[in-house]
C-alpha cells in the first residue's frame, strides 16, 4: 500500500527550489509542460534543451537521480506500451520522442510535488483559480486515501485469508460485496470526521494561512524559466 | 485509462481542457449552492473511498486482470453531479502525486472518466430504468457501458493524435473494455445490494427496490431493439471509417502509414475484432438513444410542469 510519508519527504530539505512560491512554480512547470510537448514534434533530439532545464530544476532543489528515477517508475509501464505501439506504426523516431516526451513532463511534476509541501500545492491550485469546492476535496481526499486503501488491505487479508478464488462470476461478486463495506466503513468515518470538526469549530470554510506574497526570488525565477522556454523554442524552430 | 503528457496533440487536448473546465466550475458552483457544511467531509472521504476502488483489481481472464473505474457507482452514491466533483478530483490527485496522467491530458483524462464515464453513465441509468423499471439490469446496463463508452473516447483521442489508427484502436480498446465492463457491472451491482440491505439510507440508487411496476412492454422493446442494432450494425456502422476520415480531411492523421494495422490483418484478427466491435458499437449506440429520449422527455415535461 501507499507509504504517507512518500510524498511530502522531500519538502524540508534546504534547497533553492523547495524556499520558491507554491503558485510560481505550479504555473511554471504547466507551462513547461505545454511548451514541451508542442515543440518536439517527432525528433527525439529536440527534447535536449528541455530535459536540461530539468537537470537544472534538480539540482536546484537537490533531489537525486535515483530519487526521480524511482518515483517515475509507476509511470513506465503505460509509456513504453504506447511508445511500442507506435514504434509499429510509424516507426523510430516519433515513438521514442512520444516516450521522452512523456518521461520528461513525468519528471517535472515529480520535482513540483516532491520539492512542495501538499498544503502549499493546494493553496498554489487555489491561487489559479481552481474551484475551492474541488481544492478542499483534494485536501480531505489527501489526508483519508491512505487510511481508505489500509482500510481495504484488511478486508482483502481478510478475503485471501478465507481461500478466495473459485469462478469469475463469484469472485466479482464477492469483490463486490467488499466493496460495499469500504464503502460503509468509509461513510462511517466520514461522519465521524465532521463530528470532530464540527467539535472543533467548523462551519463550511476551511481557515488557512494565507500564502506570502510573491518575494524577489520568484519573480527573477519566473523571468529567467520564461527567457530559457522562449531561447529554447526559438532555437527549436 | 489515464493518458499521459505528450500523446495527445494540443487540437484534441485544448477543447478537451475547454469542456472539462467549464464542466467543472458550473457544476461546482451548481453543487455548492445547495451543499450543506456536512457534505464536504463526506464527499471527500467519498473520494478516498473511490480512490480505493480504483486500485482494486479482479480477474478478467486469460491471466489478465482489469480494475474498476466506479463512476456508475460513485454517482448512484453520490449524485452526477456529486459522482463528477470526486472523479475529476481524483483524476488531479493520480496525475500530481501519483504521476497516473498528464498535466496537459488532465482535461481529456476527466473528459472521458469523469463526463462520460459518471455523467453519462448516470444518464443511460435513468434512460434504461425510465424504460424497464429494473434498477439491477439498469446498474449493469449503465456501468458497462460507461467503461466501454469511456474506452472508445479515449481510443478515438489517441487516433485523432496519430498515435494509434483508429482501426487499431477502436476495436481493441472497446473489446477488452466490454470485457471489463461485464466484471464492472457484476461488481457495482452487488456493491450496492450490500449498501442497500445494510444501510439504504446513505445511498441515493436504491438498488433493492421492488415496489415499482415492471413495465412488461418496454423489456420487450429494449430486447428487440438490441438485437437489431446487433444484427445490423456490422452492415450499416461505419462508424470507424467515418471518423477516420473526418480526421483525414483535417489533416490530423493523414501523414502516417498503417502498418500495424496490416500486421494485425495477416492474423485475421482485426476482422473478428471489427465485427465485434461494430456490434458493441450498436449496442451503445441504442443505450444513448435510450439515455437521450429519457432526458427529452423530462425535458418536455418540465417545461410542461412549468406552464
Request: glycine letters at 8%.
Amino acid at each position: 500500500m501507499i507509504d504517507p510519508s512518500y510524498i511530502d519527504r522531500y519538502s524540508n530539505i534546504d534547497a533553492i527550489y523547495q524556499k520558491l512560491d507554491a503558485r510560481v512554480k505550479l504555473l511554471i512547470t504547466i507551462i513547461f509542460i505545454i511548451v514541451m510537448t508542442v515543440f518536439v514534434g517527432d525528433n527525439p533530439l529536440r527534447i535536449i534543451p528541455f530535459f536540461i532545464f530539468i537537470v537544472i530544476l534538480s539540482a536546484m532543489s537537490k533531489l537525486s537521480p535515483k530519487v526521480l528515477f524511482r518515483r517515475s517508475l509507476p509511470a513506465f509501464p503505460f509509456l513504453f506500451f504506447a511508445s511500442l505501439t507506435l514504434w509499429f506504426s510509424k516507426g523510430n523516431h516519433p515513438a521514442i520522442s512520444v516516450f521522452l516526451k512523456g518521461l520528461v513532463s513525468v519528471l517535472s511534476v515529480i520535482i513540483l510535488v516532491s520539492t512542495t509541501n501538499f498544503s502549499n500545492l493546494l493553496r498554489g491550485l487555489e491561487g489559479l483559480k481552481t474551484p475551492s469546492l474541488i481544492v478542499s476535496m483534494l485536501s480531505f481526499v489527501y489526508r483519508y486515501v491512505f487510511i481508505i486503501t489500509d482500510e481495504y488491505s484488511h478486508i482483502k487479508i481478510a478475503r485471501e485469508s478465507r481461500n478466495f478464488g473459485g469462478s469469475k462470476r463469484w469472485q466479482w461478486k464477492t469483490i463486490g460485496y467488499s466493496m460495499g463495506s469500504l464503502f460503509l466503513h468509509s461513510y462511517e468515518r466520514g461522519n465521524w470526521v465532521y463530528s470532530a470538526m464540527a467539535a472543533r469549530g467548523y462551519n463550511g470554510n476551511i481557515r488557512v494561512q494565507k500564502l506570502q506574497q510573491i518575494g524577489i526570488g520568484d519573480v527573477i525565477f519566473v523571468v529567467i524559466s520564461i527567457t530559457y522556454l522562449i531561447i529554447a523554442v526559438w532555437i527549436l524552430s | 485509462m489515464h493518458i499521459p503528457d505528450g500523446f495527445l496533440e494540443p487540437e484534441v487536448w485544448i477543447p478537451l481542457t475547454a469542456i472539462s473546465g467549464m464542466s467543472l466550475v458550473s457544476v461546482s458552483r451548481k453543487i455548492s449552492d445547495g451543499m450543506d457544511e456536512e457534505a464536504i467531509p463526506l464527499m471527500g472521504v467519498m473520494a478516498a473511498f473511490v480512490f480505493a476502488v480504483q486500485m482494486i483489481n479482479f480477474p478478467v481472464g486469460g491471466g489478465t486482470s482489469g480494475h474498476l473505474m466506479g463512476g456508475v457507482l460513485i454517482a448512484a452514491i453520490v449524485g452526477p453531479y456529486g459522482g463528477l466533483i470526486i472523479m475529476s478530483t481524483i483524476l488531479i490527485l493520480q496525475a500530481l502525486l501519483f504521476q497516473d496522467g498528464g498535466i496537459t491530458t488532465l482535461g481529456a483524462n476527466i473528459f472521458n472518466m469523469g463526463i462520460v464515464g459518471t455523467l453519462f453513465g448516470y444518464l443511460i441509468f435513468k434512460g434504461i430504468n425510465w424504460l424497464t423499471g429494473n434498477v439491477r439490469f439498469s446498474v449493469f446496463a449503465a456501468s458497462w457501458f460507461s467503461v466501454a463508452a469511456a474506452s472508445a473516447v479515449t481510443a478515438i483521442e489517441l487516433s485523432l493524435s496519430g498515435i494509434i489508427p483508429m482501426k487499431v484502436s477502436l476495436p481493441a480498446m472497446i473489446g477488452v473494455h466490454s470485457i471489463i465492463g461485464i466484471g464492472e457491472g457484476i461488481i457495482t451491482i452487488s456493491a450496492l445490494e450490500l449498501v442497500s440491505k445494510v444501510k439504504k439510507e446513505t445511498i441515493l440508487v436504491d438498488i433493492t427496490d421492488e415496489n415499482r411496476i415492471r413495465k412488461k412492454s418496454s423489456w420487450i422493446w429494449l430486447a428487440v431493439s438490441i438485437a437489431i442494432a446487433a444484427i445490423l450494425s456490422p452492415f450499416a456502422s461505419k462508424l470507424p471509417d467515418g471518423l477516420e476520415r473526418v480526421a483525414e480531411t483535417f489533416g490530423f492523421i493523414g501523414r502516417k502509414k498503417l502498418t500495424l494495422y496490416s500486421l494485425f490483418r495477416d492474423y485475421q484478427i482485426s476482422d473478428i475484432y471489427g465485427k465485434v466491435s461494430t456490434v458493441i458499437a450498436g449496442v451503445m449506440g441504442v443505450l444513448i438513444a435510450f439515455a437521450l429520449s429519457y432526458t427529452v422527455i423530462k425535458v418536455l415535461k418540465g417545461m410542461r410542469s412549468k406552464r
